[in-house]
């Protein structure tokens, strides 16, 4: 996504005020200026661990490790509200203060529907689904240790 009419700081700030809400799991993957005044970037937003709050997860049920897009729209409203002239452009839309944000509807192609892709419902809001392997489906499961770290453990 490109961003214009906004500082490396606003940035950061925006992305600082959403990670209360989203337990400090998103931060930028990537993050590069577009010109010398330092007004235009290009950036990419992740998520630290894929399976927390905050991850995208495909119809699939696997984890890409791109921030979902409640994320997404959390940081866009963040953004144009530390600074109303922020521009941001995506493949689709062009998100301003005064408006084109993401709205919560479901937006499915009938190729999508027919891949298996659930609903708004089910796929955002925040919430996790689980792939077949965290649901001990293919032959081991999937667990958290005391470390907090996951592991997969075969049968």
Do not use: C
């Not at 925006?14 to 809400?21: H, P, S, T, V, Y």
């Not at 993050?31 to 005044?37: A, F, R, T, Y």
């Not at 927390?52 to 409203?77: K, N």
């Not at 919560?104 to 792939?131: H, L, N, Y």
Request: proline content about 3%; aromatic content about 8%; cysteine-free.
């Amino acid at each position: 996504m490109r961003v214009t009419n906004a500082s490396r700081g606003d940035l950061t700030a925006a992305l600082a005020a959403i990670n209360k809400g989203y337990g400090n799991n998103i931060e930028f993957r990537s993050i590069e200026p577009m010109n010398k005044k330092g007004t235009a970037f290009n950036f990419r937003l992740k998520a630290k661990d894929p399976h927390d709050i905050g991850g995208q997860m495909s119809p699939s049920g696997r984890a890409t490790g791109s921030a979902s897009w409640e994320a997404h729209g959390s940081f866009f409203d963040a953004l144009t509200k530390l600074q109303p002239a922020a521009k941001v452009k995506t493949r689709v839309s062009t998100i301003t203060a005064q408006g084109g944000n993401w709205k919560d509807e479901v937006v499915a192609t009938p190729k999508a529907m027919q891949m298996g892709m659930a609903s708004f419902d089910k796929m955002s809001q925040g919430s996790i689904r689980k792939s077949a392997w965290q649901k001990g489906k293919r032959g081991g499961t999937y667990r958290k240790t005391k470390s907090g770290k996951r592991t997969y453990k075969k049968k």
